[in-house]
């Protein structure tokens, strides 16, 4: 069983940066990946971003990547979700996810945070 908490959301100026936290508690196995999705009231589940837990293989959406930046911090057993330049349009509710997810990197997330809203101020 895996536990996900997610932190550093908040609210920030368009063109600001934030980083986001995942946190997970219980051990990760190495076929796993973390991977953050973003949602608003407005639209589905968006993927953002993901990292293959056992060999830290990266992988963001087209239009994420120039922004976007997905890292790990073994040590503590977290994921980071790096965003700059924020707009607006990012404003979201941020989850963290993680599972044995398939080649698209979109599907199996078996197990899920709380999310974390960020909100982008013009």
């Known amino acids: 069983q895996v536990q996900l908490e997610e932190s550093g959301g908040g609210l920030v100026q368009a063109g600001g940066s934030l980083r986001l936290s995942c946190s997970a508690s219980g051990q990760i196995p190495s076929d796993y990946a973390m991977g953050w999705f973003r949602q608003t009231p407005e639209k589905e589940r968006e993927f953002v971003c993901a990292?293959?837990?056992?060999?830290?293989?990266?992988y963001c959406q087209e239009s994420a990547k120039d922004r976007f930046t997905i890292s790990r911090d073994n040590a503590k057993n977290t994921v980071h979700l790096q965003i700059n330049n924020l707009r607006p349009d990012d404003s979201a509710v941020y989850y963290c996810a993680a599972g044995p997810i398939d080649d698209s990197w979109y599907y199996g997330y078996d197990f899920w945070g709380q999310g974390t809203q960020v909100t982008v101020s013009s």
């Open positions: 990292l293959y837990w056992g060999s830290s293989d990266t």
